[in-house]
Nanobody
Framework: VQLQASGGGLVQTGGSLRLACAAS????????MGWFRQAPGKEREFVAT????????YYSDSVTGRFTISRDRAKNTVYLQMNSLKLEDTAVYYC??????????????????WGQGTQVTVSS
């Protein structure tokens, strides 16, 4: 399975962007699809994830109420709708696929397949 992320760009504070991540190849054992981000000089952090079967979602505290993760199983695609963007949302955003979760779904080591990343820059 390969992941291709798209939709990043430059936006002003308070604006919106929608990221997409399309999975190619056999994805029949996908359990979760998630988004992580990494800002310059910082460690990669969890943003959101979605249970591929049930659609149940989990978010980090910093994006709850502003970001929405969703999926289209027919298209093997996961989305991240980002509203009310802040300067601190600036980062490279990565999508990731998990075939099984040990412990918490927010832990990055649960995700074995990663996309190439897409840059999101929020300006004032």
């Amino acid at each position: 399975v390969q992941l291709q992320a798209s939709g990043g760009g430059l936006v002003q504070t308070g604006g919106s962007l929608r990221l997409a991540c399309a999975a190619s190849g056999s994805g029949s054992n996908t359990r979760f699809m998630g988004w992580f981000r990494q800002a310059p000089g910082k460690e990669r952090e969890f943003v959101a994830t979605i249970n591929w079967s049930s659609g149940f979602t989990y978010y980090s505290d910093s994006v709850t109420g502003r970001f929405t993760i969703s999926r289209d199983r027919a298209k093997n695609t996961v989305y991240l709708q980002m509203n009310s963007l802040k300067l601190e949302d600036t980062a490279v955003y990565y999508c990731a696929r998990s075939t099984g979760i040990v412990g918490l779904a927010r832990i990055s080591t649960n995700y074995a397949t990663w996309g190439q990343g897409t840059q999101v820059t929020v300006s004032s």
